[in-house]
């Protein structure tokens, strides 16, 4: 089992920043690791992976440019860190871990979640 812990949501204006940070309880070092969200009355949608190495990263089109994947294995966390926020980037984030990278885009090949932090974006 890993235990996922997102930190690093709130209330920001549009074209601020925000870094999310995704704390496992134990090494995810093997694992690749995502982001989604979901905001009220849709589904959740994939943000961004990355690898267990951290040699590949994937973006949804509507973040590409603006946020970053990166993973600190050592501290068994992965951040996002989200800059030019629009408001429509308000939901909940949740970072998730998969054994390995394919299928990276969809949710339900996911293992592990966390809870999910919000993040909200006032225009």
């Known amino acids: 089992q890993v235990q996922l812990v997102e930190s690093g949501g709130g209330l920001v204006q549009a074209g601020g920043s925000l870094r999310l940070s995704c704390a496992a309880s134990?090494?995810?070092?093997?694992?690749?690791m995502g982001w989604f969200r979901q905001a009220p009355g849709k589904e959740r949608e994939f943000v961004a992976a990355?690898?267990?190495?951290?040699?590949?990263?994937n973006y949804a089109d509507s973040v590409k440019g603006r946020f970053t994947i990166s993973r600190d294995n050592a501290k068994n966390t992965v951040y996002l860190q989200m800059n030019s926020l629009k408001p429509e980037d308000t939901a909940v984030y949740y970072c998730?871990?998969?054994?390995?990278?394919?299928?990276?885009?969809?949710?339900?090949?996911?293992?592990?979640w966390g809870q999910g932090t919000q993040v909200t974006v006032s225009s």
């Open positions: 998730a871990a998969k054994r390995d990278y394919s299928g990276f885009y969809y949710h339900y090949e996911y293992d592990y």
């Open positions: 134990r090494t995810v070092r093997s694992y690749a």
């Open positions: 990355i690898s267990w190495g951290g040699g590949s990263t």
